[in-house]
């Protein structure tokens, strides 16, 4: 059974630090990993998709890292802001197919001003 | 360029009632994903849909149907709701719902059982 677990399940930082999210998986064989952004009873907001091909994706302050051999992805948050209070969600695409994902719990993110 | 739309955002229903959920993908969008989102279990996967035909199924009993129509819009259905069916459902739309495309979701929709 595949699995995705994220740690920390929580994070309080003060804003301006620069942070890590993890996300590690138990099947190698994954197509493509995408993070996404969940703000409160909201929907999801895809923030970076990195390719089974690719180790990495950038935009803006966000940069994501796939290590496919070992099962594992990590989301690097610079300069953080109030408003990156979220929760933040890894999930990776399985059967070949971007319509079937398969998700982490998240990490909730509090960004303290 | 618009993007997924759910509707409704909010529904509250009785046990034993059934309810309709609809979602329209980003135009040119041909796959749609529907998912369910629960406190305690997280975001589960329902069902695919592309080109009208399912094409993945999750572990949901037969209470939880779909489908998909010619232009890419997809519905959900669940029948005799239970309590425990409360959740955030969400779709979500990719281009060709192959590997390697961005998945979109959704603002999604709140569904209360009482």
């Known amino acids: 059974k595949q699995e995705v677990t994220q740690i920390p399940a929580a994070l309080s930082v003060p804003e301006g630090e620069n942070l890590v999210l993890n996300c590690s998986f138990t099947d190698s064989a994954i197509y493509n990993l995408q993070w996404f952004r969940q703000d409160p009873g909201k929907g999801l907001t895809s923030l970076l998709l990195?390719?089974?091909?690719?180790r990495e994706q950038t935009s803006g302050r966000l940069n994501a890292s796939l290590d496919k051999s070992s099962g594992r992805s990590t989301l690097y948050i610079a300069a953080s802001q109030p408003g990156d209070s979220a929760t933040y969600l890894c999930?990776?695409?399985?059967?070949?197919?971007?319509?079937?994902?398969?998700f982490g719990k998240g990490t909730k993110l509090s960004v303290k001003p | 360029k618009a993007g997924v739309t759910q509707t409704p955002r909010y529904l509250i229903k009785t046990r034993g009632q059934q309810v309709t959920l609809s979602c329209s993908p980003i135009s040119g969008h041909r796959s749609v994903s529907w998912y369910q989102q629960t406190p305690g279990q997280g975001l589960q996967f329902l069902f695919e849909y592309f080109s009208e035909t399912q094409r993945n199924k999750g572990n949901f009993p037969g209470r939880f149907s779909g489908r998909q129509f010619s232009n890419s819009r997809s519905e959900m259905n669940v029948s005799t709701l239970e309590l425990g069916d409360s959740a955030l459902y969400l779709c979500?739309?990719?281009?060709?719902?192959?590997?390697?495309?961005?998945?979109?979701f959704g603002q999604g929709t709140r569904l209360t059982v009482v």
């Open positions: 999930a990776f695409a399985y059967g070949g197919s971007q319509g079937n994902l398969i």
């Open positions: 990195i390719q089974s091909s690719q």
């Open positions: 979500a739309s990719t281009v060709l719902g192959t590997g390697n495309t961005e998945a979109f």
